[in-house]
């Protein structure tokens, strides 16, 4: 996934195709949510133009574990993403896009953009079904406390609107006049 600028320049006649898997361990360090991630699959292809610039179409997929929002039980997530990463292999970069990557150091690296575009492919929230869930880290009842549904918990908040406190009794009929 790297590449110098003189090896792009040789790929420049036939074209670039792009067919990788890549590690991407280190994710797990950056983002606390990650609890695995599998090696990336990484495919796609290089256009080059005239004017200096390559265009990498990039697809990314794997699979990364990640906790269920409601019972912090292991989810399995498969990703795939779509990315464009330009670069500016002449060194003239004359234009003010922030798009448009250099090289550094004589090198074309995609494995930034590539863990880059994993960590905007994370879900918010990602739900386990109902199985995991009785399975997961969280328990489902406690001391004096359990989880309910929300029908349950409908039921729970009918029962106390019937029942009137006994030291607001008289005020309940303020309104019945």
């Known amino acids: 996934m790297k590449w110098s600028i003189q090896q792009l320049y ?3 006649v036939r074209g670039l195709v792009i067919d990788d898997e890549v590690n991407v361990d280190e994710l797990k360090e950056r983002d606390s949510e990650i609890r695995e991630i599998s090696p990336a699959k990484v495919s796609g292809r290089a256009e080059f133009s005239a004017d200096g610039l390559v265009t990498f179409f ?23 993403t779509e990315t464009e990463e330009m670069f500016q292999i002449d060194g003239y970069k004359d234009t003010e896009d922030e798009e448009v990557r250099e090289p550094e150091n004589g090198f074309v690296d995609l494995l930034p953009a590539v863990k880059e575009s994993i960590l905007l492919s994370i879900p918010i929230q990602v739900f386990a079904d109902e199985e995991a869930q009785k399975k997961g880290p969280a328990p489902l009842e406690g001391e004096n406390w359990s989880l309910i549904s929300e029908d349950e918990a409908s039921e729970e908040t009918e029962k106390e609107t019937d029942t009137v406190d006994p030291r607001l009794k008289d005020l309940s009929k303020f309104f019945d006049k």
């Open 10 to 12: 040789a790929k420049r």
């Open 58 to 80: 990039l697809r990314i997929s794997g699979e990364m574990t990640l906790p269920c929002a409601r019972s912090l039980a292991d989810v399995r997530y498969s990703f795939e």
